[in-house]
């Protein structure tokens, strides 16, 4: 996106921009707002006397200028009550103002907190990108060139400066997961996908990407038996960026890569079928993660795995009842073949843990049970280790990504047990679904600490939101690198 951030000291009334947005708490405005009311001869607070804006959230108010000012339009944007103010409000409300003139303005002038400026840096960013790939109607670009933000002193421009330099990167990020994400699955194969993690190779990023020779040679019989039921081969899709010390041991991160996942012989219901194309999202948010890593240089050494597949009924499929022997040793029964995510990443937990990490943290969307749980608005967390999990979590409250623990008590282990392998795929019962996939996947971490985030809910979005109008949200590309950079000291 070739949308220009800027950091400059004075006066938010004084810009040249096309376009200034001040900002309410209710019918409280902000002090630049109240010196704009004053320019405009009392035109904003008289809207407010009147209710036709009243600073609510998700509200936002335009105001012309006619030549009172430099700039030729104003908006202001509700941000609620005081009490409520909170980053998802902030995030709500740049990106709002962004959309609202970003095809009639080409530069745009914000106030916003130095806390605030890193949420409003991000959410213009994936609030501006939507996928119109297969729209054949020429895209219009956009006319928006430069948002600037205003500060008041010389050394909270510098520091703003890092800020934004930071913010876009992660902002860019997300967008690359969801660029990926949203590919349909007659494009977007395992090795379209893995092609894709290639281009990232180079520097400090070093990538191995294994197909179907590869993968029986080291006998991961979890990926293979789910791939074998499409002509598509597997891939399995190794990233190690060495930003920090040498010898000091990374963390994992591994994502489920179901390119297409149909259910397998255990099909699905067609109705709602196509979304599952975006069980590959994890996949496509950790090859985001490390992209990132690279760009922003963080001194941490993280490995990817990303097993990537796709779940198909055919003559070569896996089946109902079949035992496969995954790369570990263990030994899985296959109770359910659209139960795939957690067969996939047996061998994509064991292979992480090949690298004796300090952690491992796995993103799938594996349960539409955690959907019915929790909904769209946090993923499900799941732990071997509550000292991760509090870093997990952590991350999650910074970065506005947010995760809600469910339980893992040992009790719940008997969701797994099976009669004739070392562990079954999934219940009869639907109890407990989330927990049920998480429980399987413990198997496969050992003693490794260890964190399980269940994304079916959160790296899609339907119902229009704000930053987002709909498809692939590439969530937890903020998360991780939080988690990172919390890591990294910095
Ligand atoms: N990919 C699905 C989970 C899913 C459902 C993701 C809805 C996003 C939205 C997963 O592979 C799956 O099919 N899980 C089954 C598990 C069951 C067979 C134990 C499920 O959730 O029904
Ligand atoms: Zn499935
Ligand atoms: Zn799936």
């Known amino acids: 996106m070739s949308l220009d951030f800027v950091a400059v000291k004075g006066k938010l009334g004084d810009q040249k921009a096309e376009c200034i947005v001040a900002s309410a708490m209710e019918a409280k405005l902000s002090p630049e707002a109240q010196h704009l009311d004053r320019v405009l001869n ?11 804006f009243e600073g609510k959230a998700g509200t936002i108010m335009g105001v012309r200028t006619l030549g009172r000012l430099a700039a030729r339009k104003i908006l202001v944007v509700g941000l609620g009550p005081a009490k ?3 980053q998802f409000v902030s995030r709500n409300a740049a990106a709002l103002a962004f959309q609202s003139v970003k095809n009639d303005c080409e530069s745009i002038a914000f106030k916003v907190s130095l806390g605030d400026l890193a949420y409003s840096v991000e959410s213009i960013i994936v609030s501006s990108y939507d996928y119109q790939e297969w729209k054949t109607q020429e895209k219009k670009p956009l006319k928006a060139k430069r948002a600037v933000f205003v500060f008041d002193s010389e050394s909270e421009v510098r520091k703003a400066r890092e800020i934004i330099a930071f913010a876009k990167t992660v902002g860019e990020g997300q967008n690359y997961s969801r660029e990926l994400d ?4 007659g494009l977007a194969t395992p090795a379209y996908i893995a092609g894709h993690a290639k281009k990232i190779a180079g520097g400090k990023v070093k990538v191995t990407v294994w197909g179907m020779k590869e993968l029986e040679k080291k006998g991961y019989g979890g990926v293979i038996g789910v791939g074998k039921g499409s002509v598509n081969e597997p891939k399995f899709v190794v990233m190690e960026y060495n930003g920090g010390r040498k010898g000091e041991k990374p963390y994992a991160i591994v994502g489920k890569g179901v390119c297409f996942d149909s259910g397998g012989i255990s099909i699905k219901p067609s109705r709602g079928m196509g979304l599952m194309r975006y069980d590959k999202s994890g996949a496509c948010t950790v090859i985001a993660t490390i992209r990132t890593l690279k760009q922003l240089n963080l001194p941490v050494n993280v490995v990817a795995v990303a097993p990537l597949v796709e779940n198909l009924p055919s003559g070569s499929a896996y089946k109902p009842g079949d035992v496969i022997k995954t790369g570990s040793g263990k030994t899985i029964e296959v109770t359910n073949t659209d139960a795939e995510g957690r067969v996939i990443l047996s061998d994509g937990l064991y292979h992480a843990n090949l690298f004796k990490p300090k ?10 049970a955690c959907v019915v749980a929790l909904g769209t608005h ?4 799941m732990t071997n280790n509550d000292a991760l999990a509090a870093k997990v979590k952590k991350a999650a409250q910074a970065s506005g990504e947010r995760v809600w623990e469910l339980p893992m008590w040992k009790e719940y282990e008997e969701l797994v047990k099976s009669d004739v392998a070392d562990v079954k795929n999934a219940d009869e019962s639907p109890d407990a679904g989330a927990t049920e996939g998480g429980w399987f996947l413990r198997e496969f971490v050992g003693e490794t600490p260890w964190v399980h985030l269940d994304t079916a809910g959160t790296a899609w979005v339907e119902k229009p939101t704000i930053p987002i109008r709909t498809g692939a949200t590439g969530w937890g590309v903020r998360l991780l690198i939080e988690f990172f950079k919390s890591e990294a000291g910095h």
């Open 359 to 368: 952690g491992i943290i796995d993103l799938a969307t594996l349960t539409g």
């Open 182 to 185: 949203n590919v349909h699955a």
């Open 378 to 381: 946090c993923s499900g967390l």
């Open 42 to 52: 009392g035109e904003i607070s008289s809207s407010i006397k009147r209710k036709e």
């Open 84 to 86: 409520e103010y909170d």
